[in-house]
């Protein structure tokens, strides 16, 4: 009789004694940080954020493939994609999902070479995009004056540009800070990482707006008050400086939302240096964002005092957000059928109040009066839209999922270049003197995606490809240390110094 091969038993005991060491030494091991700013999520990151089924402090850490239903969030820079309004399409903001198979092999195939698995698929948060693209259009609909001209859907369109921008930002810099927190970066390294985040927030937002003002430039007084109702002497240099009198039609945003870019850092700081006592500062922000927007009067063209709120409400969805994905996953929180229950009863809420204030009626006529005062200016709205992302990005549904459609995700990805360029289409003399109304409509929907898609195409992608590059050379040159520099050597001797106490400190 021939011999019984060995082989099973050996690559059984040799699967234990490899398992039994592999969670011996991680129990031991300090956990992996990363070098510099501009380091991925592939490199495994400091700080990551699980949604759903993922523990943080589980006695075991599970591989992603082990939990099949596992979905981790990370941050990865790409510029070619979008997900908010002017916005952070060039550190956007993806749901990796991980490969279902496997990880655990056959007693029998232990012996074998392992295939290296095949990248994970990486998903973007779509219905953001799907968002962003329906706002966009809402903003051309007003403008054409075809439709409700009364119920002011731009504002609606322009508030959900201001909360997604918002929102987006602060999600990314809060993982970015954490990570770089958790590594105890220099002054230096968080020198650079501000720096990138700055450069890529000017060339996603200002090459499309002086390319805009370079053709007003080049028009009649007449076409310029007819495009961008431009009633005084056109200068060029206070335009494109953001002179108060000189924010022509659409361009009036643009300062307002490259304002709060700069309040962004300070606002993450301060959420994250007051730690689990962030709610302190959430809630009377909350209160003062309401009471702003319920009673203080808002409009286009105003400077940035009375729509500070707006952008405030999404950076506080996104604080909420990122601290209650982390609990989730601190304590392995399940979510049970009544908690499902609950959060789509209050999504639903959410959505009710929001389309019965954006029409006026709804709610209003068929339970009880609207209680808050008539507005005069732009509906309040944000209040609605924030807990409709949040939970959607804890719990998606339906709603995300015909956000996803397709057509509504081109039109997110053109909508820069839509909400900025549609109105030499919508006041053209040609276009708008069409006698029937459908010619006049699929005119303007035809011409007004061929140049968005234009204006992405020649304007928009190279300058995120531009931004892509510099973002590599300032990874470069922050790995390579001060070399001398005055300013930098400084810092390092700072950043030093502050270490050594913080030693002594703890000895």
Request: with cysteine; net charge positive; glycine share 4%.
């Amino acid at each position: 009789m021939p011999k019984r091969s060995n082989r099973k038993p050996l690559a059984a005991l040799a699967t234990a004694a490899r398992n039994g060491a592999t969670q011996y030494f991680a129990s031991r091991a300090p956990k992996q940080q990363g070098a510099s700013f501009g380091s991925t999520c592939s490199k495994q990151p400091a700080v990551s954020i699980m949604l759903r089924e993922t523990a943080m402090h589980s006695p075991r850490r599970p591989k992603l493939a082990d939990a099949p239903g596992a979905v981790q969030l990370c941050v990865i820079e790409c510029s070619d994609e979008d997900t908010s309004m002017v916005s952070a399409s060039e550190e956007q903001a993806f749901l990796e999902k991980p490969s279902a198979r496997s990880e655990d092999l056959d007693d029998d195939k232990v012996s074998k070479p392992k295939r290296p698995s095949p990248p994970a698929a990486k998903t973007k948060v779509l219905f953001l995009d799907g968002a962003r693209g329906l706002a966009a259009m809402s903003v051309v609909v007003q403008h054409s004056g075809e439709f409700w001209p009364d119920l002011h859907l731009g504002s609606v369109g322009v508030d959900v540009f201001f909360v997604l921008s918002s929102f987006l930002l602060t999600w990314i810099l809060m993982v970015k800070f954490m990570k770089l927190i958790s590594q105890g970066a220099s002054y230096r390294t968080w020198f650079y990482a501000l720096a990138d985040y700055f450069q890529k927030r000017f060339f996603r937002v200002y090459p499309l707006f002086f390319v805009t003002v370079m053709a007003l430039s080049m028009m009649t007084s007449d076409d310029r008050a007819r495009y961008f109702i431009a009633r005084n002497k056109f200068d060029i240099f206070k335009t494109l400086t953001f002179d108060f009198d000189y924010r022509y039609h659409v361009l009036w945003t643009l300062p307002l939302e490259i304002a709060y870019y700069f309040v962004i850092p300070a606002f993450v700081l301060a959420a994250l240096g007051m730690r689990r006592f962030w709610w302190a500062g959430a809630i009377p922000l909350t209160t003062w964002a309401v009471y702003e927007g319920v009673f203080v009067f808002r409009t286009s063209h105003m400077p940035m005092r009375p729509h500070i709120t707006t952008f405030l409400t999404g950076s506080l969805a996104a604080v909420v957000f990122v601290k209650l994905d982390l609990w989730i996953k601190a304590t392995d929180f399940k979510f049970r059928w009544w908690h499902t229950l609950f959060l789509r009863a209050t999504e639903a809420l959410a959505i009710a109040m929001l389309f019965s204030v954006c029409f006026r009626g709804l709610l209003f006529n068929w339970v009880h009066a609207n209680p808050a005062p008539p507005p005069a200016g732009f509906p309040y709205t944000s209040a609605f839209l924030a807990p409709i992302m949040v939970i959607e990005m804890i719990q998606p549904s339906f709603v995300s999922t015909t956000l996803e459609w397709n057509v509504l995700r081109f039109w997110g990805k053109i909508s820069f270049s839509i909400y900025m360029l549609h109105t030499f289409i919508i006041q053209n003399h040609t276009v708008d003197s069409q006698r029937y109304y459908f010619d006049r409509f699929f005119a303007r929907l035809i011409l007004v995606q061929a140049l968005a898609t234009t204006g992405y195409i020649v304007i928009e992608y190279p300058s995120q490809l531009l931004a892509q590059r510099i973002s590599r050379f300032l990874v470069e040159q922050e790995k390579k240390g001060p070399h001398g520099s005055v300013g930098f050597m400084a810092l390092e001797q700072i950043d030093n110094i502050r270490k050594r106490i913080a030693g002594k400190m703890l000895s």
